[in-house]
């Protein structure tokens, strides 16, 4: 996806505003914290609590008789050290007020790689709630390597978006400690954090054109490069080229999707911040985005956090994937470690395909599988299934069990058959389309003889995979 030489061409525009470096209203390049020389700064952000915040502030101008909301967007702008824009900005709504606010580009120093370096420490979100504490977040801890893809996973409600937003800033943690490179960033104000985000809304500027949008971040900082050519060259590394003129209206979901991806990366962030990018989209799309945002974030090195609920995504995007569960993490490694090694009962039953059967029952016992004590229950992958369609006593070294097909259902590319054992429990096992139609292929009715090896099972109780947010 991307031309050759794209991604260097805006690695070196980054460098060639080097010499240009302007300190921001609020320099975090002073003596203090002189170890993390910084460059550019930029926040992209707005989902619905920005909205809602934005509107709160509004109506509080007018409540406090402060003048025209056109006068509150200027404050607004200043609020965010940002001087008002001209041009095409000349009529900003609320919305792009809001997206202005977060969106403080600051510049300063080079010389740093590309990526941040981010780690989070003993990380707390509570929210005070009519019912009582909220533990979004509840004592997390992450390291995320420099230019490196971390994708968090988990149910809805798991605490991935409240995590995200602690990072960017937009959040102020309970407790815990952020740090960037060397930097403690924890109280690092949302414009200083070297941060590009994209939300599942996009927050495009609908009255913008796409190079505007692109270019809005440049525009109000004024920086030094050349606004055209950064516009023209981010449209290309999106794959939107021609299309600058247009306005968002215009777009379908995926290009607008991409046109908040390089809006994000417009000021160059060094940690780029995605919030369920693709949710929005049909999946056809969503598959050759994901392939495109691999490839660009690679390629310009921006260390990047992506929420999603879609293992899918999560698996083929991320270098380490993140599972999160009611406010914790319930385990962090490659997507590899992830698959074939779950820690916990809740990774297992949440990742990919399990079978749950009881303690108790015959497969389990025969297998030598010792499930502890208060273990009601025991979980493997269908995949894990070993039989054969004779009878054997022995199967792999291990004692058979033996059962009868009772459904065949065809679900196109694989074949799913339910087992059952003398005992009525029932599991699944599938197989693809090309195996069914040979060595596996299976009548219902027929019997056959099962084994599953103890160390593909884990046994678990019952809470133990349970998602519902904690209060
Ligand atoms: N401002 C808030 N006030 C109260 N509860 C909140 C607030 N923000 C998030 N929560 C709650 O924290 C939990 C985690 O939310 P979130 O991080 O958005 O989950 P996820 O992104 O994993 O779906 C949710 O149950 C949500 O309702
Ligand atoms: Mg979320």
């Not at 390291?143 to 960017?168: M, Q």
């Not at 607008?256 to 994000?264: D, E, P």
């Not at 929420?307 to 406010?327: K, P, W």
């Not at 056959?448 to 019952?462: G, K, Q, R």
Request: hydrophobic fraction near 40%.
């Amino acid at each position: 996806m991307l031309p050759a030489g794209r991604a260097q061409a805006l690695r070196s525009s980054r460098d060639s505003t080097a010499c240009a470096a302007k300190p921001g209203p609020r320099s975090v390049g002073s003596s203090s914290r002189s170890s993390f020389p910084r460059r550019w700064v930029a926040v992209q952000a707005l989902d619905t609590s920005a909205l809602e915040e934005q509107q709160q502030q509004q109506q509080a101008a007018q409540l406090n008789g402060n003048g025209s909301s056109t006068a509150h967007q200027h404050r607004a702008a200043a609020a965010a050290g940002v001087s008002r824009p001209s041009g095409p900005t000349a009529t900003l709504t609320d919305e792009d007020v809001n997206g202005m606010q977060l969106d403080g580009i600051q510049l300063e120093q080079q010389q740093q790689p590309t990526g941040l370096y981010v780690r989070v420490r003993g990380m707390v979100k509570h929210f005070n709630t009519a019912k009582g504490v909220f533990k979004a977040v509840d004592g997390v801890d992450v390291d995320i390597p420099p230019s490196s893809i971390c994708a968090l996973l988990g149910p809805s409600g798991s605490g991935k978006t409240t995590l995200l937003r602690l990072v960017a800033g937009l959040e102020l943690p309970t407790g815990g400690k952020i740090y960037f490179d060397d930097l403690d960033a924890t109280d690092l104000a949302v414009q200083d954090r070297q941060v590009g985000m994209v939300f599942q809304s996009y927050a495009l500027f609908n009255h913008m054109t796409v190079s505007e949008n692109i270019k809005f971040g440049l525009q109000v900082r004024k920086l030094p490069v050349d606004h055209d050519k950064r516009a023209a060259d981010l449209l290309e590394l999106v794959q939107l080229t021609g299309l600058g003129d247009r306005y968002p209206r215009q777009l379908s979901g995926g290009q607008r999707q991409r046109v908040a991806l390089a809006r994000a990366l417009a000021s160059n962030p060094r940690l780029l911040l995605l919030d369920e990018p693709f949710g929005a989209l049909d999946a056809v799309v969503r598959k050759q985005l994901r392939a495109g945002l691999k490839e660009i974030v690679r390629s310009v090195g921006v260390t990047t956090i992506i929420v999603t609920h879609d293992q899918e995504e999560a698996f083929d995007l991320a270098d380490q994937v993140v599972i999160f569960n009611r406010g914790l993490i319930e385990q962090s490694g490659s997507p590899n470690e992830i698959i074939k090694r779950p820690a916990t009962p809740f990774v297992m039953g949440f990742v990919g395909d399990t079978n749950s059967v009881p303690a108790g029952c015959m497969l389990v016992r025969r297998s030598g599988f010792n499930p502890r004590l208060g273990k009601a229950r025991v979980m493997f992958r269908p995949s894990d299934i070993r039989l054969s369609k004779e009878y054997v006593a022995t199967l792999d070294g291990q004692q058979v069990t033996p059962a009868t097909v009772n459904e065949a259902a065809n679900m196109g590319w694989t074949m799913k058959y339910t087992l059952k054992f003398d005992d009525d429990v029932e599991v699944e096992f599938s197989v693809t389309r090309a195996q069914a139609d040979k060595e596996f292929k299976l009548d219902v009715g027929q019997r056959i003889y099962v084994v599953v090896p103890p160390s593909a099972m884990m046994e678990f109780d019952e809470t133990e995979l349970g998602s519902a947010p904690i209060i």
